[in-house]
Every structure is written in structure tokens, then in C-alpha cells.
């Protein structure tokens, strides 16, 4: 198939995580029908994975489509049927605490540590820290320093923190 220009194009794409697969369908669409996708691993999707345990399908990467707008991924699955449009907007996000005995936090530490990792870690860009985990430890020192039934899921939280943040941003942190 040729370009706007007449020029026939082939086309590899490195990776077929969500980027390489909306690349390819954007190609696709647009009239460019010699593209090859290579990917490393035995599966495509990249960090988006879900996979079986027992019964239950397990999402182990991304799992929420974040808007509709624009959004490739809302585009690729809307018109399969895999996910509905959004008749509401997001109103409130509600998390779910829980230790490594598996006892439920009780609310008002719930709701502490969700503020806090919505009010100080998420979108951090406080310039005078080295890294998030350095502004983090911080602000919870300083926040929570006096709370001692939230101060004692200082080292648990801030684990979690850690982990969260490596998964997300896959990089140094
Ligand atoms: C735990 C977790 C939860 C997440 N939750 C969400 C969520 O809810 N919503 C959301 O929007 N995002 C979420 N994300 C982020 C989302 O998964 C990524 O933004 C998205 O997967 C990035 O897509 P990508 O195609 O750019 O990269 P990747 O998904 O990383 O895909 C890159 C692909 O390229 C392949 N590759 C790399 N190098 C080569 C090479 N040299 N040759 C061949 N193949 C190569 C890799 O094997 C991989 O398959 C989450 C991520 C994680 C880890």
C-alpha cells in the first residue's frame, strides 16, 4: 500500500506493548499494510499482562484505561465490546489498606495515608529531593511523626511506596 507521497513504506516496530499495537493500528487504519512488529517475550501487551490464577483473571500490569478521549487503548477495545463507555464522571477514588497479616487498616489510617500519598507523592515534583522515596520519608515524618497509630505503618507504608513506585515508572527511584 503506498503513503500520501506514492512512497511504499515497510515498517518494523520494536515492541508490542501498547504503544507498538496502537502504532501498528494507526498504520494500519492510515493505509500502511507492510508492518512488522518484533517483540522480545512469547506474548505481546508488555507491561499490560493479564494471566489465569485458578479461576480468576489476574491483571499483573496496567489494568485501568484512564479516559476516552484520545485514549488508544478505550479506542482498540470500545467497539469489541471489552469495555463500556463511562457514564459518570470520576468523582472519588477509594483505597483499600490492608497489613501483612491481611487485617484491614483501620479508616482514619486508611484515609491518613491516602490523602497523603494523593496530596504529596503522586505528580511529586519537589526539586530539592533526590528522589520521591527520600520526599516521601519526609513529608510522613513530618506529617505523621506525632500519630502513633499511623506512625507505626511507617516502614510497611513507605515499603509499599517503594515497590508502587518501581512497578509504575519501571526506573530508578
Ligand atoms: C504494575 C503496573 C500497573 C500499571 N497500571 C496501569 C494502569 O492501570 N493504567 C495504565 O494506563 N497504565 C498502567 N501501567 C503502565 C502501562 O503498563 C504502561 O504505560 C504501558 O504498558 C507502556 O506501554 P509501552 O508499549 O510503551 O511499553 P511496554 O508495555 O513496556 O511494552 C514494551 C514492549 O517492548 C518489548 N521490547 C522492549 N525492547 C525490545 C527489543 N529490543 N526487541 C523486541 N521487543 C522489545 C517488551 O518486551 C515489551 O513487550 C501499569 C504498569 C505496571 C507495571
Known sequence: MNTKKGVKAKIVIVGAGPSGIAAASKLFQNGFDNVTILEAENRIGGRVYTDQLGD?????????????????????????????????????????YYDSSGNRLDSHVEKSISNFFSDHVQNSQDKRFKSIGEYATKMFDQQFGSESDIFKFRDQYLYHLERHATTMKSAET
Open 56 to 96: 480468576y483473571s489476574i491483571d499483573f500490569g496496567g489494568q485501568w484505561v484512564h479516559g476516552e478521549d484520545g485514549n488508544m487503548a478505550f479506542e482498540l477495545a470500545n467497539p469489541h465490546g471489552l469495555i463500556d463507555k463511562s457514564n459518570e464522571p470520576w468523582t472519588e477514588f477509594v483505597d483499600t
